[in-house]
């Protein structure tokens, strides 16, 4: 498929999540923008009477706090942070419901956290009524649920939730709207650089400079909306990134913004969650004949390819796997307690089923339990 027809199906797409950061729904005193609020709607409610479905993943809780709270800038503290959010949140919606209203459209909130995303029973709850919303013809308006979510799990920046709840409610695009037009070939403020048109695979990524540093009220910068497109186009979401006040032409299908292409086929929630949300309880170190293995895909962990073991788990955790030059190559449920791994290192499995018993030999961790794990960019 070429760039256009790509894009064109952002014209046709049913069911789009838009997420729009901080960045573009404030001021340069940092507190809401009430005109770029009513800019965005303006773009979501003609998609909408169009036909169209759409789940608004929005941040700009703790925006709209500073002002109400007398607070001078955005704190970094947490807990400031979650009280603004919590006093932003509702005044956020509000003026979400009031600019919908005019044309007609009701809007729901969604107050998610990681868990909600990812755990069996919250994530049901959470498809089911989204699902409902959009049957009823409302647009869901979503964030993170700042006030409750703790500091280790928290994802702190809008993009990778928008990601996940893309996948949750089976969206057809995404679009991620900040303040900069593009994904560039490195920081943008830098002289010289350039808007990347399309990113095809991660291999178009290499060399790419993207920094953790965001806008001032902005949290993750490029660095985990780069995360949030790996994880959508991972499990078969394309995503368009560029500037909010692109978002009209963005929806149209026209050549704005940064294009990427999906990179791998929908996968399922349990798999998703070991990829990008799992906190793992430590690491299993590989032998290079395991990192091989490993990568080539379909194959289990053996004991005989791991040669060293950190952390204190149970079997049935999530854990990394390292290759000898301490990359993390994958992620996996593992199916021993790290008590018991250190009597199995290296050693084969003929040999630990004679020596230590029959369900010694089985697999550290099993192939359908692992996911391999892209090349992580570091927060420059
Ligand atoms: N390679 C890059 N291309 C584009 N933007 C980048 C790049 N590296 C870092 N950035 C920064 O990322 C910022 C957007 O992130 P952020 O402030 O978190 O936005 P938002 O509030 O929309 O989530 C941009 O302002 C830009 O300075
Ligand atoms: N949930 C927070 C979002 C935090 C944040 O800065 O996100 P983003 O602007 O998407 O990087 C809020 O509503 O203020």
């Not at 920094?211 to 186009?233: D, N, P, Q, Y």
Request: hydrophobic share 40%.
């Amino acid at each position: 498929m070429n760039a256009l027809s790509a894009r064109s199906q952002v014209a046709t797409a049913h069911r789009v999540v838009v997420k729009i950061g901080s960045s573009s729904l404030t001021g340069p005193d940092g507190h809401l923008s009430v005109p770029a609020l009513h800019a965005l709607v303006d773009v979501i409610a003609a998609r909408h009477a169009a036909g169209g479905q759409v789940v608004l993943v929005t941040s700009g809780a703790i925006a709209a706090g500073i002002g109400p709270l007398g607070l001078s800038a955005r704190p970094r503290d947490l807990a400031t942070a979650q009280a603004a959010a919590s006093v932003g949140q509702g005044l956020l919606v509000a003026r979400y419901a009031q600019a919908f209203a005019e044309y007609g459209i009701r809007v729901g909130q969604v107050l998610l956290t990681a868990e909600d995303t990812i755990r069996r029973g919250h994530y049901r709850n959470a498809q089911r009524s989204l699902e409902r919303l959009l049957d009823l013809g409302v647009v869901p308006v979503v964030n993170e649920n700042d006030a409750v979510a703790t500091d280790e799990i928290r994802f702190g920046d809008n993009d990778r939730l928008a990601a996940l709840v893309s996948h949750l409610v089976r969206a057809d695009v995404m679009v991620l709207l900040t303040d900069v037009d593009g994904l560039y070939d490195g920081p943008p403020s830098r002289p010289g650089t350039q808007r990347i048109r399309e990113v095809r695979s991660p291999l178009d990524l290499e060399g790419i400079e993207v920094t953790g540093r965001g806008s001032s009220v902005g949290t993750g910068g490029m660095l985990t909306k780069l995360e949030s497109v790996r994880i959508a186009t991972g499990s078969g979401i394309p995503v368009v990134l560029t500037k909010a006040a692109n978002a009209e032409g963005a929806l149209a299908g026209r050549e704005v913004g940064t294009w990427f292409a999906v990179t791998g086929k929908r996968t399922t929630r349990r798999r998703l969650w070991l990829a990008h949300a799992a906190r793992t309880r430590g690491r299993l170190e590989l032998d290079e004949g395991a990192v091989t293995a490993v990568l080539g895909g379909r194959a289990s962990l053996l004991p005989a390819g791991v040669v060293g073991v950190t952390g204190d788990f149970d079997a049935g955790d999530p854990v990394e796997l390292v290759a000898p030059d301490g990359r993390v190559i994958a992620r996996g449920l593992v199916a021993f307690d790290s008590t018991d791994i250190p009597d199995l290192l290296g050693r084969s499995t003929r040999e630990l089923r004679d020596e230590l018993g029959e369900g010694y030999d089985r697999e550290v961790v099993h192939r359908d339990d692992l996911v391999l794990v892209g090349r992580r960019r570091k927060a420059s």
